[in-house]
T-cell receptor, first 117, second 112 residues
Framework: AQSVTQLDSQVPVFEEAPVELRCNYS??????LFWYVQYPNQGLQLLLK??????LVKGINGFEAEFNKSQTSFHLRKPSVHISDTAEYFC???????????????FGQGTILTVHP | NAGVTQTPKFQVLKTGQSMTLQCAQD?????MSWYRQDPGMGLRLIHY???????DQGEVPNGYNVSRSTTEDFPLRLLSAAPSQTSVYFC???????????FGEGSWLTVV
């Protein structure tokens, strides 16, 4: 079975500073990797995903993530954060069968990013 | 485009009561799923469906029932509610082989 560990439960940062949210995963087979954002009292929105190809993935809102197979990591980064980035961020994996995930994800515990003025 | 619609948004149940959380999507997606979100635990998969008439269990299926009679609808039934089922429930639908997932706004359920 696969598992996901988000190494920080809370990350405080000042506006315009860079941020990295860390995600490690465990799986005996190849996985697809995802980052989602959840604003208060809302559903989850996909930030970016890695299925194959280039290990540097660019997403929405200026976020990017790098897949590191040897370290089984998929850390999320943004060079300059805004107040509006305050939210909870979830890393997730799926185990595809023939390229299909069937909408089945295993999530990490979440990281609350708080951007201070 | 409404996307994924969940009802009700808030519900309070007494222990032992039953209820159904409704989920509908208008994107003609093949795959649908239900997750529950609990503090510090992320989201966990309850049940999922790969098409009308086909459902399967996820990580935490006990106490829940699902059916998929149409492509659009995927209701989640709580058979006999327990306080441990107090949670936020998210319905999701997906395309692209299940690799692009759209979530509903969530249903907050409290069991007293």
């Amino acid at each position: 079975a696969q598992s996901v560990t988000q190494l920080d439960s809370q990350v405080p940062v000042f506006e315009e500073a860079p941020v990295e949210l860390r995600c490690n995963y465990s799986s005996s087979v190849s996985v697809y990797l995802f980052w989602y954002v959840q604003y208060p009292n809302q559903g989850l929105q996909l930030l970016l995903k890695y299925l194959s190809g280039s290990t540097l993935v660019k997403g929405i809102n200026g976020f990017e993530a790098e897949f590191n197979k040897s370290q089984t990591s998929f850390h999320l980064r943004k060079p300059s954060v805004h107040i509006s980035d305050t939210a909870e961020y979830f890393c997730a994996v799926s185990v595809p069968a023939g390229g299909t995930s069937y909408g089945k994800l295993t999530f990490g515990q979440g990281t609350i990013l708080t951007v201070h003025p | 485009n409404a996307g994924v619609t969940q009802t009700p948004k808030f519900q309070v149940l007494k222990t032992g009561q039953s209820m159904t959380l409704q989920c509908a999507q208008d994107m003609n997606h093949e795959y649908m799923s239900w997750y529950r979100q609990d503090p510090g635990m992320g989201l966990r998969l309850i049940h999922y469906s790969v098409g009308a008439g086909i459902t399967d269990q996820g990580e935490v299926p006990n106490g829940y029932n699902v059916s998929r009679s149409t492509t659009e609808d995927f209701p989640l039934r709580l058979l006999s509610a327990a306080p441990s089922q107090t949670s936020v429930y998210f319905c999701a639908s997906s395309q692209d082989g299940g690799n692009t997932i759209y979530f509903g706004e969530g249903s907050w359920l409290t069991v007293v």
